[in-house]
């Protein structure tokens, strides 16, 4: 009798390990988050009002969003199990792929298409928020003008965060562990677009970014120690913990140096030499271009393309020097703060289980 009941099994399928519906729910890219649609419902019947043209032509944008987010939609989630040509793809197959097909250069085709499409999709939303906020601050909706030029911005982060995963992720040097959770929360990313660690950093960084551009950068002595210490004392508990923890290493201070002065390594040890032979104590950033005889975008502006634009430069400057061991960071400042913030996170968790 006990043999008869031990052998007589029920057949189930293995897919009903996986709640392939309830993941189909959550795993929907949605165009605007719930913040960013109740400030797009409040705008779009001002303008309608204002201008009826303009209205429409808001309204066909969005359609096409919505479009766009349904076709992507209909690509398989990166974080079920799939069948694919003979093979099965799994989260685990994927993160592995990150780890190990990840090199020095372009890694677009790498990436699933889902990532790609994506990234469209972000790109296009950016714009149009963009595009709404540029219209508020025209019909002299100052409040709206506001809050819709900071959901650009915090969009612009979740394209930022998905460039520095993919930094640390190459990271050899990086721990095993550290380097599949930043895979996984790639993942997670390229699935709906937001990240938890976003919300924790964008804020961080933009504030820097902030307070950097109403600093005027004795650019002498090139330390930038007086602009940090007014910039730290504006930021979080986070951000100043990092400060304390990390600025003494050569890395993150040249990366420092880069994001708070606005030029590269380089051109930072150019302008000491040259300020050094010619005697000069300091340099506003109005003379920068002249003194290292090469135009520079040292005095960018809050608009998030400047953000982005400047921050790959000094990715690509970055990586540029880690191919050719150069001297440098071969990291951003990004890199660094994210990478302190999953370890502050690791440590927390550990310290959580041990307390119990």
Not at 238 to 252: M, N, S, T
């Amino acid at each position: 009798m006990e043999n008869e009941n031990t052998n007589n099994f029920e057949k189930v399928d293995i897919n009903s390990f996986f709640d392939v519906q309830e993941e189909q729910e959550t795993s929907k890219v949605v165009i605007f988050t719930t913040k960013q649609q109740i400030l797009v419902n409040e705008i779009m019947p001002i303008i309608q009002k204002h201008d009826s043209d303009t209205g429409e032509n808001f309204r066909n944008r969005i359609s096409d969003l919505q479009a766009l987010a349904s076709a992507i939609n209909r690509f398989p989630s990166l974080l079920e199990r799939h069948s694919i040509i003979g093979d099965v793809r799994t989260p685990t197959s994927l993160i592995d792929s990150l780890i190990e097909h990840l090199d020095s250069g372009d890694s677009t085709l790498q990436l699933p298409s889902k990532a790609n499409l994506g990234k469209g999709l972000l790109i296009a939303k950016m714009h149009t928020l963009s595009s709404l906020s540029r219209q508020a601050n025209h019909l002299g909706e100052e409040k709206l003008y506001k809050e819709l030029e900071t959901e650009t911005i915090s969009s612009m982060f979740s394209l930022l965060v998905e460039d520095v995963y993919l930094n640390l992720i190459r990271d050899a040097s990086q721990p095993m562990e550290f380097r599949r959770e930043w895979a996984m929360s790639l993942l997670l990313l390229w699935e709906h677009w937001s990240d938890q660690n976003i919300e924790d950093v964008a804020p961080v960084l933009q504030s820097v970014w902030t307070a950097r551009r109403k600093l005027a950068p004795a650019f002498g002595t090139m330390m930038g120690t007086s602009e940090l210490m007014m910039i730290s004392m504006q930021m979080d508990e986070q951000w100043i913990q990092f400060i304390k923890e990390k600025l003494g290493e050569p890395g993150v201070t040249q990366a420092m140096e880069e994001f708070l002065f606005g030029i590269s390594y380089e051109q930072i040890q150019t302008l000491k030499n040259t300020l050094r032979t010619k005697g000069i104590a300091s340099i506003g950033r109005d003379e920068v271009s002249k003194f290292l005889g090469e135009h520079v975008k040292a005095d960018a502006g809050l608009d998030y393309r400047d953000f982005y634009s400047l921050y790959t430069v000094r990715r690509d400057n970055a990586r540029s020097r880690g191919r050719f061991k150069a001297e440098g960071p071969y990291k951003t400042l990004e890199d660094y703060f994210i990478q302190f913030v999953t370890e502050q996170n690791k440590e927390k968790q550990k310290n959580d289980t041990f307390a119990k």
